[in-house]
């Protein structure tokens, strides 16, 4: 088992910025391909970005590329996003998803994680 917890979510205006975290527990985070996904109001969920357990490979959706950075720190056991120039269509709930499968292989598909934190509001006024 591997729960997750996010924080750092909040309200910002448009071409701010934020960074969020997610702490995770219960099974050797370095051995965990990390990820990032959102799910806006009446929409489908969509991947934000992924990690590879060294933090050497990383993978963005195509509309958050340039902006969003992943990061972890396994010393810590905890994965980040950090993220500027924010746009009110990046308003969403933000959740973190492991995948203990291969270290690897990072996935782009929700269906790929296992664990799931419950997520964090990012809002986004213009």
């Known amino acids: 088992q591997v729960q997750l917890v996010e924080s750092g979510g909040g309200l910002v205006q448009a071409g701010g910025s934020l960074r969020l975290s997610c702490a995770a527990s219960g099974r050797t985070f370095s051995r965990l391909v990390m990820g990032w996904f959102r799910q806006a109001p009446g929409k489908e969920r969509e991947f934000v970005a992924g990690i590879s357990w060294s933090g050497l490979s990383t993978y963005y959706g195509d509309s958050v590329k340039g902006r969003f950075t992943i990061s972890r720190d396994n010393a810590k056991n905890t994965v980040y996003l950090q993220m500027n120039g924010l746009k009110p269509e990046d308003t969403a709930v933000y959740r973190c998803?492991?995948?203990?499968?291969?270290?690897?292989?990072?996935?782009?598909?929700?269906?790929?994680?296992?664990?799931w934190g419950q997520g964090t509001q990012v809002t986004v006024s213009s």
């Open positions: 998803a492991a995948d203990p499968n291969n270290p690897l292989v990072v996935h782009t598909t929700g269906s790929q994680f296992d664990y």
